[in-house]
């Protein structure tokens, strides 16, 4: 209990800091020196004692906070900020963070160099700044760079400040838009730098074994990677209340301590292996990145190993508060870290609450089954229910100060997913280790893992997709202090000896298996269903899958065969639409046709051709000088695909009746040619039905192309340039003549497309409501050469 006074007067002392009182960390000293003297000679009072010890660390946690906020040396970078146009020097402190758009690198700046008269030589400086760099670049950790951009301070928005969210970090200045340059290679630490391309290895391989969503899902799983798990799956996550299970947790890391001891115990003894092990965690914890909950997480696990190696019990909310404090002490702002708050609201409701509900249900079960019954059922209902009730009820309330929103559904998602979470772990991370020798011996695994990775999207996406699966309420602070008050009340309580009464943080009961046949199996008869059902079936499937703003179109035909028409400028979204379409384990495109090259449709394609072959790539010949052009020809070279341009007359015949006719251009383009101008049109047919595809198109445009015969008249017509008002004349919707029509527009564009005259012109036409994928979300269309059949996903 000790401890925990001592703790709680360390964390009073920063917080009574922070909130602008004397920040002279001399005053603080010499308090702390003075309580530590004044205990020393009441030693032999222990309330009085402890008294003065509470006051001592009270005055070490103000001084630690005062410390660490003391203003900057004259040359650190954050002088610089809001100074204008820069260019700096510096190195890669962490490995790059590649976003839907850009890339975050996190640069130690070593030279400075302003864009101004008074200062035209490069000044030393130091200090970390944020880049936000083109996504393509190849950055990797310890690369020193020469970065240009303008220098700002983090902006602050009125619910979140980054600012301070980025000066938690050490960082305190930013440059948007930066334009980087490679400078040479390997100025880093050789064993970050090993750390890092193991984890680039890995990441590599899950790319490989896994289509996506399966493989960002299990990316942010084992490696906290999560910025490849698109917009819409991490929202259905937090509707549902399962954050936690695409984040590195107490839980992740018990799995990992498991394996460890397992593994090593049989070639080294127990007490070896528990050593050994704990260097696993040090090492797993700076492998995922050590954020606030994850250091948080391998701290209350490694003292759970110290003990259990040197024979002493682990106390949970000692062992809680002394991970507080280590962290605290060595970056006191990490107390305002909200994910290292949720986490420690979450350790303490499995500590104070997890066993007294575990006996309540216990006794409540005994009434109706036997004993051994009841044990077991208690056993399966430990870490869906009981864990996830205890962990809720004290991260609640945070939840609602900071993000106003309350899953109501949150325990039955979790009842119904946490139970698979152990075995991707433990699956996931053998199929990975095998996969970085050998993809073939990896693989395997991979499909018996990609089961409980596709039913937790599955449950999640579904029930997320639920109109009330969550409610906004926003919780005032002072409430939340509150709350919290009283369950620390409750808590002190019931705790009348917390050495005798404290639980093993994390300690979860070990699933009950089925008999290793059954349960290979049933995983055959699931993966042979799988694959049975995803089977061509002799009918032409076209998406037009909701990826944003922009331009996306599968095709999959009769016989198999599967073809993309651009991709968008969301790589997140365009590789969530593949792998939801493309059938399992299928990483093959056999045909890839980019109509222009613009952002909205060739941004995403370069991330995708990392996971997927394309055997043959189609385009205009149109370059039009822009980087979106440049990055994609790089990609395809980088990949070998082969790239044939084609222009009007030129046709595709798959095989099975499918015929693809290009209508646009009707010549190849020069660079310096409008894209609207040129871009390809594309009219699919099979049997009676067919598909006029279109671009970002003028109204000239397509005049050209009635004016040279082309016959453009389709059962579906997919407006051009998102339905806007000049791109769809009244003259080519009469040529066209369809029966539905289609756009794709991303949920709340401002432009307010498609135009309201488009859909009025529409109307002395087409058969069926306007499909947008903004309403429908992703929109699928199934023929036979007969008849139609449109589905779409909202």
Same mark, same amino acid.
């Given at each position: 209990?000790?401890?925990?006074?001592?703790?709680?007067?360390?964390?009073?002392?920063?917080?009574?800091?922070?909130?602008?009182?004397?920040?002279?960390?001399?005053?603080?000293?010499?308090?702390?020196?003075?309580?530590?003297?004044?205990?020393?000679?009441?030693?032999?009072?222990?309330?009085?004692?402890?008294?003065?010890?509470?006051?001592?660390?009270?005055?070490?946690?103000?001084?630690?906070?005062?410390?660490?906020?003391?203003?900057?040396?004259?040359?650190?970078?954050?002088?610089?900020?809001?100074?204008?146009?820069?260019?700096?020097?510096?190195?890669?402190?962490?490995?790059?963070?590649?976003?839907?758009?850009?890339?975050?690198?996190?640069?130690?700046?070593?030279?400075?160099?302003?864009?101004?008269?008074?200062?035209?030589?490069?000044?030393?400086?130091?200090?970390?700044?944020?880049?936000?760099?083109?996504?393509?670049?190849?950055?990797?950790?310890?690369?020193?760079?020469?970065?240009?951009?303008?220098? *700002?301070?983090?902006?602050?928005?009125?619910?979140?400040?980054?600012?301070?969210?980025?000066?938690?970090?050490?960082?305190?200045?930013?440059?948007?838009?930066?334009?980087?340059?490679?400078?040479?290679?390997?100025?880093?630490?050789?064993?970050?730098?090993?750390?890092?391309?193991?984890?680039?290895?890995?990441?590599?391989?899950?790319?490989?074994?896994?289509?996506?969503?399966?493989?960002?899902?299990?990316?942010?799983?084992?490696?906290?990677?999560?910025?490849?798990?698109?917009?819409?799956?991490?929202?259905?996550?937090?509707?549902?209340?399962?954050?936690?299970?695409?984040?590195?947790?107490?839980?992740?890391?018990?799995?990992?301590?498991?394996?460890?001891?397992?593994?090593?115990?049989?070639?080294?003894?127990?007490?070896?292996?528990?050593?050994?092990?704990?260097?696993?965690?040090?090492?797993?914890?700076?492998?995922?990145?050590?954020?606030?909950?994850?250091?948080?997480?391998?701290?209350?696990?490694?003292?759970?190993?110290?003990?259990?190696?040197?024979?002493?019990?682990?106390?949970?909310?000692?062992?809680?508060?002394?991970?507080?404090?280590?962290?605290?002490?060595?970056?006191?702002?990490?107390?305002?870290?909200?994910?290292?708050?949720?986490?420690?609201?979450?350790?303490?409701?499995?500590?104070?609450?997890?066993?007294?509900?575990?006996?309540?249900?216990?006794?409540?079960?005994?009434?109706?089954?036997?004993?051994?019954?009841?044990?077991?059922?208690?056993?399966?209902?430990?870490?869906?229910?009981?864990?996830?009730?205890?962990?809720?009820?004290?991260?609640?309330?945070?939840?609602?100060?900071?993000?106003?929103?309350?899953?109501?559904?949150?325990?039955?998602?979790?009842?119904?997913?946490?139970?698979?979470?152990?075995?991707?772990?433990?699956?996931?991370?053998?199929?990975?280790?095998?996969?970085?020798?050998?993809?073939?011996?990896?693989?395997?695994?991979?499909?018996?893992?990609?089961?409980?990775?596709?039913?937790?999207?599955?449950?999640?996406?579904?029930?997320?997709?639920?109109?009330?699966?969550?409610?906004?309420?926003?919780?005032?602070?002072?409430?939340?202090?509150?709350?919290?008050?009283?369950?620390?009340?409750?808590?002190?309580?019931?705790?009348?000896?917390?050495?005798?009464?404290?639980? *093993?943080?994390?300690?979860?009961?070990?699933?009950?298996?089925?008999?290793?046949?059954?349960?290979?199996?049933?995983? *055959?008869?699931?993966?042979?269903?799988?694959?049975?059902?995803?089977?061509?079936?002799?009918?032409?499937?076209?998406?037009?899958?909701?990826?944003?703003?922009?331009?996306?179109?599968?095709?999959?035909?009769?016989?198999?065969?599967?073809?993309?028409?651009?991709?968008?400028?969301?790589?997140?979204?365009?590789?969530?639409?593949?792998?939801?379409?493309?059938?399992?384990?299928?990483?093959?495109?056999?045909?890839?046709?980019?109509?222009?090259?613009?952002?909205?449709?060739?941004?995403?394609?370069?991330?995708?051709?990392?996971?997927?072959?394309?055997?043959?790539?189609?385009?205009?010949?149109?370059?039009?000088?822009?980087?979106?052009?440049?990055?994609?020809?790089?990609?395809?070279?980088?990949?070998?695909i082969d790239v044939q341009t084609v222009t009007a007359g030129?046709?595709?015949?798959?095989?099975?009746?499918?015929?693809?006719?290009?209508?646009?251009?009707?010549?190849?383009?020069?660079?310096?040619?409008?894209?609207?101008?040129?871009?390809?049109?594309?009219?699919?047919?099979?049997?009676?039905?067919?598909?006029?595809?279109?671009?970002?198109?003028?109204?000239?445009?397509?005049?050209?192309? *009635?004016?040279?015969?082309?016959?453009?008249?389709?059962?579906?017509?997919?407006?051009?340039?998102?339905?806007?008002?000049?791109?769809?004349?009244?003259?080519?919707?009469?040529?066209?003549?369809?029966?539905?029509?289609?756009?794709?527009?991303?949920?709340?564009?401002?432009?307010?497309?498609?135009?309201?005259?488009?859909?009025?012109?529409?109307?002395?036409?087409?058969?069926?409501?306007?499909?947008?994928?903004?309403?429908?979300?992703?929109?699928e269309m199934v023929t036979d050469g007969h008849t139609l059949?449109?589905?779409?996903?909202?």
């Open positions: 209990m000790t401890l925990l006074y001592l703790v709680a007067a360390w964390v009073a002392g920063i917080f009574l800091i922070s909130t602008g009182n004397d920040t002279s960390s001399e005053l603080w000293i010499g308090l702390f020196a003075g309580s530590v003297l004044l205990a020393y000679l009441v030693r032999h009072s222990r309330p009085w004692r402890i008294g003065f010890l509470c006051l001592a660390l009270f005055a070490l946690g103000a001084g630690r906070y005062a410390w660490a906020t003391r203003p900057y040396p004259a040359h650190h970078i954050a002088h610089y900020a809001d100074s204008g146009y820069v260019t700096l020097t510096g190195i890669l402190d962490q490995d790059a963070d590649v976003r839907e758009n850009h890339v975050n690198l996190r640069i130690r700046v070593e030279t400075i160099e302003q864009d101004s008269k008074s200062h035209p030589e490069p000044q030393p400086t130091e200090g970390l700044i944020l880049v936000q760099a083109p996504r393509y670049g190849d950055y990797q950790y310890g690369d020193r760079v020469l970065v240009s951009g303008s220098l *700002l301070t983090p902006p602050e928005f009125d619910d979140f400040s980054y600012r301070d969210y980025l000066a938690r970090r050490g960082i305190h200045a930013m440059i948007p838009n930066a334009r980087v340059t490679l400078i040479e290679h390997d100025q880093g630490k050789p064993w970050y730098a090993l750390m890092y391309d193991l984890k680039a290895r890995a990441q590599t391989t899950i790319n490989r074994l896994l289509p996506s969503p399966q493989a960002p899902l299990l990316s942010g799983i084992l490696l906290g990677t999560e910025s490849a798990i698109s917009a819409d799956v991490r929202d259905d996550f937090n509707r549902t209340g399962t954050t936690h299970v695409i984040a590195i947790s107490g839980a992740n890391m018990i799995v990992v301590i498991g394996v460890l001891i397992r593994l090593l115990t049989p070639a080294f003894g127990k007490n070896k292996a528990g050593w050994l092990a704990l260097l696993g965690v040090s090492i797993y914890t700076l492998f995922v990145g050590a954020d606030p909950a994850v250091v948080r997480a391998a701290l209350m696990g490694g003292l759970v190993l110290v003990a259990g190696q040197t024979g002493r019990r682990a106390h949970g909310l000692t062992s809680l508060a002394f991970a507080i404090f280590l962290m605290t002490a060595w970056n006191p702002l990490t107390l305002w870290d909200v994910g290292f708050q949720l986490s420690v609201a979450a350790t303490a409701g499995l500590i104070l609450f997890s066993q007294r509900f575990e006996n309540f249900f216990k006794r409540t079960l005994e009434r109706l089954f036997a004993q051994e019954t009841t044990r077991q059922i208690t056993g399966w209902l430990s870490e869906p229910i009981i864990v996830s009730l205890a962990a809720q009820i004290t991260t609640t309330p945070l939840m609602l100060v900071y993000f106003g929103r309350f899953s109501i559904i949150s325990l039955l998602v979790n009842i119904l997913i946490v139970p698979a979470q152990a075995y991707i772990m433990t699956l996931g991370w053998l199929a990975v280790f095998l996969g970085m020798i050998w993809t073939p011996l990896g693989q395997p695994l991979a499909w018996v893992v990609w089961i409980p990775l596709s039913y937790t999207l599955e449950i999640v996406r579904s029930l997320g997709g639920v109109e009330w699966a969550s409610t906004t309420f926003t919780l005032d602070p002072s409430y939340a202090w509150g709350i919290y008050g009283g369950l620390l009340a409750i808590a002190l309580w019931t705790i009348t000896h917390p050495e005798d009464r404290a639980v *093993l943080l994390g300690q979860l009961r070990q699933r009950i298996t089925a008999v290793a046949v059954i349960i290979t199996g049933v995983i *055959l008869i699931i993966l042979v269903s799988v694959i049975a059902m995803q089977q061509p079936d002799g009918k032409l499937h076209v998406w037009f899958p909701d990826i944003g703003h922009g331009h996306a179109v599968i095709l999959q035909t009769p016989n198999g065969a599967q073809i993309l028409i651009d991709g968008g400028p969301n790589p997140t979204q365009l590789r969530r639409a593949v792998g939801d379409i493309l059938p399992f384990g299928d990483r093959d495109l056999d045909l890839l046709i980019v109509t222009q090259p613009r952002s909205d449709t060739t941004s995403a394609i370069p991330e995708l051709l990392e996971h997927y072959d394309v055997q043959l790539a189609l385009t205009n010949g149109h370059t039009d000088g822009n980087e979106h052009a440049q990055n994609l020809a790089n990609a395809l070279a980088k990949h070998n030129y046709t595709i015949a798959t095989g099975d009746g499918v015929l693809l006719e290009i209508l646009h251009p009707q010549i190849a383009p020069e660079d310096d040619d409008d894209t609207t101008e040129v871009g390809m049109v594309i009219r699919v047919s099979y049997g009676d039905t067919s598909f006029l595809l279109t671009p970002d198109l003028s109204a000239d445009a397509e005049q050209t192309m *009635l004016d040279a015969g082309w016959y453009i008249g389709s059962t579906v017509l997919e407006l051009p340039s998102r339905g806007s008002e000049k791109a769809n004349p009244a003259f080519f919707i009469d040529a066209a003549q369809p029966q539905i029509a289609v756009v794709s527009v991303g949920t709340g564009n401002r432009t307010g497309l498609p135009a309201p005259e488009v859909s009025e012109r529409l109307q002395n036409t087409i058969t069926e409501p306007l499909y947008r994928t903004d309403q429908h979300g992703t929109v059949w449109v589905y779409t996903e909202n």
